[in-house]
T-cell receptor, first 114, second 112 residues
Framework: SQTIHQWPATLVQPVGSPLSLECTVE??????LYWYRQAAGRGLQLLFY??????ISSEVPQNLSASRPQDRQFILSSKKLLLSDSGFYLC?????????????FGEGSRLTVL | DAKTTQPNSMESNEEEPVHLPCNHS???????IHWYRQLPSQGPEYVIH???SNVNNRMASLAIAEDRKSSTLILHRATLRDAAVYYC?????????????FGTGTRLQVTL
């Protein structure tokens, strides 16, 4: 079964600083990959998804960007963080084998922008 | 996308059954009903999904109304570890999980 690694787990950044969150997936190849964000006290919002290397679709306009430089690597970035970028960022990919039909999530990266 | 409606919160006593309702009156014929739950400070985890027939697995049961306009997630014996936010989501099942749209879910509180 697949495993999703996210880092860093926790990040505190000043407004205007850059951001890079990484997600790597093991145990599957050429997966669809997703970035979600959960603001404090709110539901999950889909930010980006990717169906392959270099292919990124954005779900909502925002201050963030995503890249997929390798098959199993998905990166979330920002050149200048805003206070509203604070939240819990989750990377996800579909299950395989007995997990087909399920969406698996990483442990998340909690970002606080001050 | 078809939307779902869930109560904001529910409470249950430990070791009692819990029935979490979800309304989805605009569901299409190809939409599967998915349930996920999110424990505090963790990513969501899959619970169960179904199309028309009731479904059972080791975690829960899913009861789907005959007209498919509502469904109920059933936890047979709630434990403190079941305290989480439960999300009911509609999505076409394409063989690999497509992107899911999460609402605000139902926050389940379990007490002794």
């Amino acid at each position: 079964s697949q495993t999703i690694h996210q880092w860093p787990a926790t990040l505190v950044q000043p407004v205007g600083s850059p951001l890079s969150l990484e997600c790597t997936v093991e145990g599957t190849s050429n997966p669809n990959l997703y970035w979600y964000r959960q603001a404090a006290g709110r539901g999950l919002q889909l930010l980006f998804y990717s169906v392959g290397i270099g292919q990124i679709s954005s779900e909502v306009p925002q201050n963030l960007s995503a890249s997929r430089p390798q098959d199993r690597q998905f990166i979330l970035s920002s050149k200048k963080l805003l206070l509203s970028d604070s939240g819990f960022y989750l990377c996800a990919c579909p299950g395989t084998g007995t997990g087909v039909g399920e969406l698996f999530f990483g442990e998340g990266s909690r970002l606080t922008v001050l | 996308d078809a939307k779902t409606t869930q109560p904001n919160s529910m409470e249950s006593n430990e070791e009692e059954p819990v029935h979490l309702p979800c309304n989805h009156s605009t569901i299409s014929g190809t939409d599967y009903i998915h349930w996920y739950r999110q424990l505090p400070s963790q990513g969501p985890e899959y619970v169960i999904h179904g199309l028309t027939s009731n479904v059972n697995n080791r975690m829960a049961s899913l009861a789907i109304a005959e007209d498919r306009k509502s469904s109920t997630l059933i936890l047979h014996r709630a434990t403190l570890r079941d305290a989480a936010v439960y999300y009911c989501i509609l999505s076409p099942h394409t063989g690999t999980a497509s992107k899911l749209t999460f609402g605000t879910g139902t926050r389940l509180q379990v007490t002794l």
